[in-house]
């Protein structure tokens, strides 16, 4: 059975802490229903990517809780929770529930209310995401993780300081033009290097920020928007997913993303499509070396020249293929369980032409999310009119 | 497409304090392995039901990490929350991902630790089932939760405190002979109402206690099976899933259920029948109070007569409808995320032929997993061969 987009929309990804979690999620599923004439009453279910509001907000169950919230109290819900790829998770089970015939339409949405708790608390949060044994209690949290990745990377493949930070400019740059974005300000590349240190060779810009944000789409059956006469022309092509072991330690390879490798191959050959008919992607890049790291495990690029996208302007919104025209996780924001959930949105935009970034003719989207340091990885194909 | 179970397996519950949610649920997963040919490497992915392990052992991602585990690393992984009902929920998601053709083969899973933390803690982390603002700021908590319901109850339907007791000393008796149970201890009507008073009127043996362990089911399509030769005969003939109001001052009535009666009617009609053909049932009875309204929810009496389930002996082992014949949360114990698991693993075995308490006959069971008091419920009905 065929998936289309009915509506998807996001709140302004920042600081919101005089906010809560259902006031976020309330925020962008209202804009979303907005959009279309489908109404909470029509939801068969309601399923939530988030991270840590059982650690932020003393809050579990945002699934039925959530639901509620939105006016849809007899959905079926549930919380999906895959650490940073819960939004894409999340996104992934929706469709999953539509094409088994037990749902004709899904509300998909993420929130995370981050900026409320200190930073400690956050990075701890965080923390939870890697593996707490062989990880968190040595000492190892998400900087000094995709730092080693980094360093790695810059010493197999020569790459440069500079050639990374090219990615944070990019991002920071398409962010400018996205009222949706966290950040709305341009970067050189002096600047991001010359930031301050996080975990040596990465500097603050480049990673994401701490951001609190809700996202939503609602995915419905073919039929259901045929029988209801939606105006829809997002499609959903393919869907990928795969693991890899949570500790880094663990994997095969530090300069390689083998989930995301093999998520992408099934999406590709659900879809029935190559890496060359994408025209625009959004990708996981909470640091630029894990935007690098995405375009090689897509196929976009060789094992070290993904680096080469921003250096040589190729992901840039006038390159050949533009990648994360939104601003990405480091110019738009990372509130982590919604990030899958707002990429779907993002590219939605882009499908139906009107992004603030707009890619001219736009018809197949890629999205690509990033659990941990690589351990889950989804990956969504849509296709426009 | 025909969903099947090719094996399923708990660890014994109760207190493991000793072990990591990684062994406890590598246990189970063991045994589950050892009684089909299916392997690890033939599994497309692994769902996990959890609810605390953030707050107990600082470990999320449990997905990834727990297929790693046993060795399916390169599986889809997520994990599905949805408070109590987080087994419940896991083990639906795992039969749509089947129905939608995107697994053949999936390993649904739980686990949970909670005796390695204090009982304070404990009894803050199990609070986040509830709605955070409206319930826990206030001072409510689950005894508090399931007592209103109780007294409500009694006072509706003109229910004793002895009659209420029977549940606990039913499934008190059920536990006996269930090695897997964490209680094999008989209880009397005077044990149950003279224990310590927990909320008025629930004392300590109308609550089911905390618990550790972990329970898996295999579940693949038919074509699988036949395929793989498998030696499986039980297979869901329908599920169904309905969410509520989380805070119980939002519920239209606190004697109902009414998310279960949605979860119930829409399971009964996926498979075909009604309660009148149901052989064998495990229902959330996390407090005596819970099993009586599960009856009456799931059909099988009117509302104000479930009660009389336990009293006159309708639902004891030689009833006309055995329910918790595994011993249920009050004998057999609580792991919260993993209960609804918990509950598929006994009535396979009911269906199989090889309970320890076997209920002759048996050729068709239902399962009823709550989340919170009632915003999460999901029915499950098995068929044998």
């Given at each position: 059975m065929a998936v289309t987009i009915a509506s998807a929309a996001s709140?302004?990804?920042?600081?919101?802490?005089?906010?809560?979690?259902?006031?976020?999620?309330?925020e962008a599923a209202l804009k979303a229903f907005n959009d279309t004439s489908i109404g909470p009453n029509d939801l068969d279910a309601v399923y939530v990517g988030n991270f840590m509001g059982d650690l932020i907000e003393d809050q579990g169950h945002m699934g039925a809780l959530l639901?509620?919230?939105?006016?849809?109290?007899?959905?079926?819900?549930?919380?999906?929770e895959s650490a940073c790829a819960s939004g894409g998770a999340t996104i992934r089970q929706a469709i999953l529930a539509i094409e088994s015939g037990a749902?004709?339409?899904?509300?998909?949405?993420?929130?995370?209310?981050?900026?409320?708790?200190?930073?400690e608390h956050v990075t701890d949060a965080l923390a939870n995401a890697a593996d707490d044994i062989y990880e968190n209690e040595q000492g190892l949290t998400f900087p000094g993780i995709y730092a080693l990745m980094a360093r790695r990377y810059m010493h197999e493949f020569d790459a440069t300081r500079e050639e990374m930070a090219a990615v944070?400019?990019?991002?920071?740059?398409?962010?400018?033009?996205?009222?949706?974005?966290?950040?709305?300000k341009k970067?050189?590349?002096?600047?991001?290097?010359e930031s301050k240190p996080i975990a040596t060779p990465l500097t603050l810009y480049d990673a994401c920020p701490v951001s609190d944000g809700a996202s939503v789409a609602i995915v419905v059956s073919d039929e259901f928007a045929a029988k209801q006469s939606l105006d829809t022309s997002v499609t959903v092509l393919g869907t990928g997913q795969s693991s890899d072991a949570v500790a880094l330690q663990d994997r095969s390879a530090i300069t390689q993303t083998p989930a995301a490798e093999r998520a992408a191959e099934a999406a590709y050959e659900d879809a029935g499509i190559t890496p060359d008919d994408i025209d625009v992607a959004e990708v996981h890049d909470c640091f630029t070396i894990a935007e690098i790291l995405a375009l090689e495990a897509l196929g976009f690029y060789e094992p070290g020249e993904g680096v080469r996208g921003a250096v040589k302007g190729e992901t840039a919104l006038d390159?050949?293929?533009?990648?994360?025209?939104?601003?990405?996780?480091?110019g738009k924001g990372h509130p982590v369980g919604v990030t899958g959930v707002g990429q779907i949105v993002e590219?939605?935009?882009?499908?139906?032409?009107?992004?603030?970034?707009?890619?001219?003719?736009?018809?197949?989207?890629?999205?690509?999310?990033?659990?941990?340091s690589g351990a889950s990885t989804t990956v969504t194909i849509l296709g426009g009119a």
């Open positions: 709140t302004k990804y920042g600081t919101h802490s005089e906010s809560s979690s259902r006031e976020l999620f309330g639901a509620d919230h939105i006016g849809a109290r007899e959905a079926a819900s549930v919380r999906i749902a004709d339409a899904v509300l998909a949405g993420g929130v995370e209310l981050m900026s409320v708790a200190d930073i944070s400019v990019k991002n920071h740059a398409n962010a400018v033009d996205n009222p949706l974005a966290q950040f709305q970067l050189s590349v002096e600047e991001v290097v390159g050949s293929l533009p990648v994360n025209t939104s601003g990405g996780l480091l590219l939605t935009k882009q499908l139906e032409g009107r992004h603030p970034n707009q890619v001219a003719d736009a018809e197949v989207a890629l999205a690509h999310n990033v659990g941990g």
